[in-house]
């Protein structure tokens, strides 16, 4: 069993800085790094005011400067944001940067809402969707590198990612059919076999209520973003407000597709997964270090 981290660049509390977060980023890597930890991936978000982490092949540069070992990279640069040949020359930057340290994650999504999706000048975002088969493609035959690039992708995506020979990102634990479409379907491109990287929250402690308790802060933004259309800071869990019942069933549903518990319970779970991005933000700093040397760990020797 392998570990990654996608570190989405999370404000905390109403105190952080945008340098307080970014440099608490490239922290981040290097705490993981030294536990063995294979890929430090960051994310893109714009007009997130609890999430900094606005240019991700900007940070994955600092990341890599910041680091030695570890691999580095993007999940994602979200390519409807951008034009294919900027993103190939980012992504080209930071291969002749750190040659042999690259991943790039390319997803689909646009802008979280409309004034979003108006400031990045995007147009109808169901157009957007059909013309990213052929924006990825174009971007693909602007690269002259080696680099190795994902999709993060579902049920409904795996087959572009098969089609075209990249790896793949899956979210959430319940994917085991997607996995299998996925393979079932891969053909040779840049890659020879399929590769399959699952996505997903974790949270370790020494009791499983402890672990929850990790995962709590970010779920409860969540929820509050689907009601106010902002995502905020992270707050300490002892601090969060009492949710509404909406806003409490969103928190559950969160909870669904993460893992959590002890050692033990954390384990059985992810097994069978291979090699797991570890996600999700956590107000609990200390309490994440520690579920990661947890994590560390259960890795193969």
Do not use: C
Not at 99 to 115: E, H, K, L, N, Q
């Amino acid at each position: 069993m392998r570990f990654s981290v996608l570190d989405r660049a999370n404000a905390i509390g109403g105190s952080s800085t945008t340098a307080d977060v970014l440099q608490g980023v490239i922290d981040h890597a290097r705490h993981v790094e030294a536990l063995g930890f294979d890929r430090f991936l960051v994310a893109e978000h714009h007009g997130v005011p609890g999430i900094p982490g606005t240019q991700p092949a900007m940070l994955a540069t600092a990341v890599g400067a910041g680091t030695s070992r570890i691999r580095v990279g993007t999940a994602g640069i979200m390519l409807p944001a951008h034009q294919p040949l900027i993103v190939a020359e980012q992504i080209a930057t930071l291969e002749a940067l750190y040659p042999g340290r690259v991943d790039a994650g390319i997803g689909s999504s646009v802008g979280f809402t409309a004034d979003v999706r108006a400031a990045l000048r995007q147009g109808d975002p169901a157009e957007l969707k059909k013309a990213y088969p052929a924006d990825l493609r174009e971007m693909l035959g602007h690269l002259d590198t080696a680099t190795p690039i994902w999709l993060l992708a579902g049920f409904r995506s795996v087959h572009l990612a098969a089609e075209l020979g990249l790896g793949v990102i899956l979210g959430g634990p319940n994917q085991v059919d997607a996995a299998d479409l996925y393979r079932r379907a891969f053909r040779p491109g840049l890659i020879d076999a399929p590769q399959v990287i699952h996505s997903l929250n974790v949270a370790v402690a020494d009791t499983t209520d402890a672990a929850r308790d990790l995962l709590l802060p970010e779920a409860w933004a969540q929820a509050r973003a689907r009601s106010t259309g902002v995502f905020e800071a992270l707050l300490p869990v002892d601090e969060l407000p009492v949710p509404s019942d909406a806003e409490r069933r969103r928190m559950a549903q969160t909870l669904e597709m993460a893992v959590w518990g002890t050692p033990r319970e954390v384990e059985k779970q992810l097994r069978v997964m291979g090699e797991v991005l570890v996600t999700g933000g956590m107000s609990d700093l200390a309490g994440r270090a520690r579920s990661e040397e947890q994590l560390a760990e259960m890795m193969d020797a």
